[in-house]
T-cell receptor, first 113, second 117 residues
């Protein structure tokens, strides 16, 4: 079974608007971590934000915030005030008590001027 | 700090040829990883090294070998390349403090784009 599901293959957003990228996960572990990475067209994987399963508050890092709904097993990424440089592929990933990161298939975001 | 570096950036091989992808990190991290990324998919773990001197298989290890040369370096070898190994290969590293794996962030290198003809 897929551990991470990203249902939006591609999204368009107007510059300066906010965009929400969906991510649902599947685990029976109590302790796990959720990560978002950005992959621009240049190809590198850039770490954006982390949410722990026991963290009571939603994580925020600058314009990135994570809408964590544990009961629904969702960890959506919100990018506020979108910029042209935000155009990229975004991956949700989960780490259980294991060395492996399980990745979703990714969502492509295109920011329009 | 260069972070995680990988060489080469691009490589074209013929079926049956061998090659080694190199990875080094300067963050004094304990754990290192090799992933592959295929079109339309997220990354999949090939091998990892939890600490210097140890290596373990990930999800898709067939056709690959690895060597943890020292704490800084972790190489991936294709002994007899096949077209199915055409992919982008990423090396990553993490601090991996014991017992806190779910909180451990992995940092990635720039990737190697490999084509096997």
């Amino acid at each position: 079974a897929q551990k991470i599901t990203q249902t939006q293959p591609g999204m368009f957003v107007q510059e300066k608007e906010a965009v929400t990228l969906d991510c649902t996960y599947d685990t029976s572990d109590q302790s796990y971590g959720l990560f978002w990475y950005k992959q621009p067209s240049s190809g590198e994987m850039i770490f954006l934000i982390y949410q722990g399963s026991y963290d009571e508050q939603n994580a925020t890092e600058g314009r990135y915030s994570l809408n964590f709904q544990k009961a629904r097993k969702s960890a959506n990424l919100v990018i506020s005030a979108s910029q042209l440089g935000d155009s990229a592929m975004y991956f949700c990933a989960m780490r259980e008590n294991d060395y492996k990161l399980s990745f979703g298939a990714g969502t492509t975001v295109t920011v329009r001027a | 700090n260069a972070g995680v570096t990988q060489t080469p950036k691009f490589q074209v091989l013929k079926t049956g040829q061998s090659m080694t992808l190199q990875c080094a990190q300067d963050m004094n991290h304990n754990s290192m990883y090799w992933y592959r990324q295929d079109p339309g998919m997220g990354l999949r773990l090939i091998y990892y090294s939890a600490s210097e001197g140890t290596t373990d298989k990930g999800e898709v290890p067939n056709g690959y070998n690895v060597s943890r040369l020292n704490k800084r370096e972790f190489s991936l070898r294709l002994e007899s390349a096949a077209p199915s190994q055409t992919s982008v290969y990423f090396c990553a590293s993490s601090e991996a403090p014991g017992g806190l794996l779910p909180r451990d962030t992995q940092y990635f290198g720039p990737g190697t784009r490999l084509t096997v003809l």
